[in-house]
């Protein structure tokens, strides 16, 4: 017996089987969903950066010429003649230093004054503006040198002395007796060091100037050997009151550090504009100076200073 039909408020006049009931989503394929993982966090590229800046501090520019002056000066003044001329290139990125010592007696042309010895360039300046000796003297080595050089560092000799003493001293060798001392090594505190540089009765210009070129090696060499690091700060006190010059303080530690590297690595190429390159005259007045033989000069300051 079949049981009537029943109306439903649906609609239905009968209940639908559940084997037959539809699903709306049913119509539709799943997607599978991947579980997300979280972003990968970019690396922070700050740190390679800032060794790059490093770099470019401590390498660039390529080059840098210094004019390094040690002066006589008169008590109270600073209008003593340069003794010492020595022309500094720095090449960071090899490291490579070279050093030309210039002779005091050379004749050149003094821009503004006219032809006397390079080392009046000093003081005809200072005695007219004091403090522009240094770069009157610069003015005068870019005229007669053709080098593209504008810092320079002036020393008096008390100072020179205040420096050796805070490097405690300097040990040399000597092939042969010289300055004043026998041949074989030597250990010079800062007032034999001095004499040694300045000495002037056993031995001429020449001599006087590769004395202080070895002065200058020796203590730059003991200061890159890590056992003496610890007088670093006595020698940095030592120059801030020693030294007059234009290069800027961020300069320093750029140049100290690869004249440290050239030191240790043996690349300081040290030169002096000696007897091969010059003629002994006496003038009329009867002054003794050296006549420069520009075509021997030119050259060799191209190999040590030129880009």
């Known amino acids: 017996m079949s049981q009537p039909n029943r109306t439903y408020p649906s ?18 394929q799943p997607i599978p969903v991947k579980s997300l993982k979280p972003l990968p966090r970019k690396r922070r590229r700050w740190g390679w950066w800032l060794v790059v800046l490093v770099l470019v501090y401590l390498l660039a520019p390529l080059r840098t010429n210094l004019l390094v002056l040690g002066t006589d000066r008169t008590e109270g003044m600073n209008i003593g003649r340069s003794d010492t001329i020595l022309l500094l290139s720095i090449v960071p990125l090899q490291p490579y230093v070279s050093m030309l010592s210039i002779p005091r007696d050379l004749w050149v042309t003094i821009p503004g004054v006219g032809e006397d010895r390079i080392n009046t360039a000093h003081f005809y300046a200072e005695a007219s503006q004091p403090g522009s000796g240094p770069d009157a003297t610069l003015e005068t080595i870019r005229a007669n040198f053709g080098v593209r050089v504008s810092r320079y560092v002036s020393i008096n000799f008390d100072g020179f002395v205040e420096m050796i003493d805070a490097v405690g001293g ?15 090594k030597h250990h010079l505190d800062a007032g034999q060091a001095l004499a040694f540089v300045r000495e002037r009765y056993s031995s001429d210009d020449f001599y006087r100037m590769r004395h202080g070129q070895m002065v200058v090696q020796a203590a730059v060499g003991k200061m890159a050997n890590p056992a003496n690091w610890w007088r ?22 750029r140049l100290g550090l690869a004249l ?5 690595t043996d690349t300081i190429d040290a030169h002096v504009i000696d007897r091969d390159y010059v003629t002994p005259y006496t003038t009329d007045q009867g002054a003794n100076i050296l006549l420069p033989n520009w075509d021997a000069i030119h050259p060799l300051v191209v190999e040590l200073f030129a880009p």
């Open 232 to 253: 670093w700060p006595g020698l940095v006190s030592a120059l801030s009151r020693a030294v007059n010059t234009n290069v800027p303080f961020y300069d320093w530690p």
């Open 11 to 28: 609609g239905n006049t009968a209940p639908v089987p559940p084997s037959q009931k539809t699903d709306p989503l049913s119509h539709y």
């Open 260 to 264: 440290l590297r050239a030191a240790l």
């Open 170 to 184: 300097v040990d040399i060798e000597l092939a042969q007796a010289e300055g004043g001392l026998p041949a074989g």
